[in-house]
């Protein structure tokens, strides 16, 4: 067991699998003599060469589509969008060729890649390199989507994403890049689909992924000291999603707040929540309270983003309200 940080853990992914499996190779837009723009693939070409770890242009769409030809002809193409906003320029071959071809040629076609981004805000980028967009793609067939928030669940979820036939979206919140955090020595995977209880408690249940897990486990903390039990789960996949694990955990407290950087309305925590209901109504003592992005385009300034961005302290106010309930 070492303690490295959330990025070195996705470069340690890369180069363990690069390793193992020669059909695996990375493309993006300076990743090889650059390393990235958030450095995660330095050091990578020296190793590997310009033929596994190569540049390209800066087109979305066209670095998406090459990925999605050399997964049908049986590569495991790793994909790097520089920033999770540029990824809607590469809608059209992530929405009608990754995620449909599979099941119009059925078993003729594998479409093993995996496209990793960073998003999120909390670095005064502005309202263009700043957003939470994984909410476009939970409502399409045929995409899986992860994003792990220790450096752990990084390392393990990558390595199963890039071990998997099918098209999966690994997002990175960049504000967690230098985070630190314990990894097994050796190969390990975490598996795609399912959650992970961090902290158990028994009055409040706090469902999250990514950065706000964080903030999540900080409003738990205050509220500990109050002598109210929280418990956290960290949703981690968001398709599929383990809804036994989140049903568990709400049927047990009875309460509930789903957190997410992304925009409140048609968000994550809005699926989710949904799904909670749907199953679970008879089971809540309270209604169901979501924390997420206020409505508008994430600022630069700094004090602007932050009154659009939620944090553990919108966390906590959501808990008390729903704990005030009788």
Same mark, same amino acid.
């Given at each position: 067991?070492?303690?490295?940080? %959330? ?12 390793? *193992?499996?020669e059909r695996v190779f990375l493309l993006g837009e300076d990743i090889a003599g650059y390393g990235g723009a958030f450095r995660i693939t ?38 790097e969008i520089m920033f999770m906003d540029f990824i809607t320029l590469a809608i059209d071959q992530l929405f009608n060729h990754a995620a449909?071809? *599979? ?14 981004? $960073? ?5 005064? %980028? ?32 990558? +390595? ?16 967690? %890049? ?9 190969? %390990?995977?975490? $598996? ?9 408690? *028994? ?14 486990? +900080?409003?738990?903390? !205050? ?28 049927? +047990? ?5 789903? !957190?997410?950087?992304?925009? *409140?309305?048609?968000?994550?925590? !809005?699926e989710i929540g949904f799904r909670l209901f749907e199953s679970l109504h008879y089971y809540l003592d309270a209604p169901i309270k979501r924390?997420?992005? +206020? ?14 961005? $939620? ?16």
């Amino acid at each position: 067991m070492a303690e490295i940080f %959330y990025s070195q853990a996705i470069r340690d992914a890369l180069r363990e699998e690069l390793l *193992r499996d020669e059909r695996v190779f990375l493309l993006g837009e300076d990743i090889a003599g650059y390393g990235g723009a958030f450095r995660i693939t330095r050091g990578l070409v020296e190793e590997f060469g310009p033929e596994r770890i190569r540049n390209t242009p800066i087109s979305e769409n066209s670095i998406v589509g090459v990925g999605v030809g050399a997964a049908m002809l049986g590569l495991r193409p790793v994909i790097e969008i520089m920033f999770m906003d540029f990824i809607t320029l590469a809608i059209d071959q992530l929405f009608n060729h990754a995620a449909k071809f *599979r099941f119009m040629f059925g078993e003729q076609v594998r479409l093993p890649m995996v496209i990793r981004t $960073p998003g999120g805000g909390r670095r005064g %980028y502005g309202p263009t390199h700043s957003q939470s967009l994984e909410t476009l793609f939970i409502s399409m067939p045929g995409i899986k989507i992860v994003a792990p928030a220790t450096p752990h669940d990084a390392k393990g979820l990558l +390595k199963s994403a890039i071990r998997d036939d099918n098209p999966v979206l690994f997002v990175e919140n960049k504000t967690l %890049y230098g985070m630190r955090g314990e990894v097994p020595d050796g190969d %390990y995977t975490v $598996p795609i689909g399912k959650a992970s209880v961090l902290r158990e408690g *028994r009055d409040i249940t706090f469902i999250s992924y990514s950065q706000m897990v964080h903030e999540c486990i +900080k409003a738990a903390d !205050a509220l500990a000291a109050d002598g109210v039990s929280a418990e956290v789960v960290d949703v981690r996949s968001l398709n599929p999603l383990d809804m036994d694990t989140l049903c568990e955990s709400v049927q +047990k407290t009875g309460r509930v707040v789903i !957190a997410e950087e992304g925009h *409140r309305t048609g968000g994550v925590s !809005a699926e989710i929540g949904f799904r909670l209901f749907e199953s679970l109504h008879y089971y809540l003592d309270a209604p169901i309270k979501r924390v997420a992005a +206020k409505d508008v385009p994430v600022p630069a300034a700094p004090v602007l983003e932050k009154y659009v961005l $939620p944090d553990w302290t919108n966390v906590l106010q959501a808990a008390h309200e729903i704990l005030a309930e009788n």
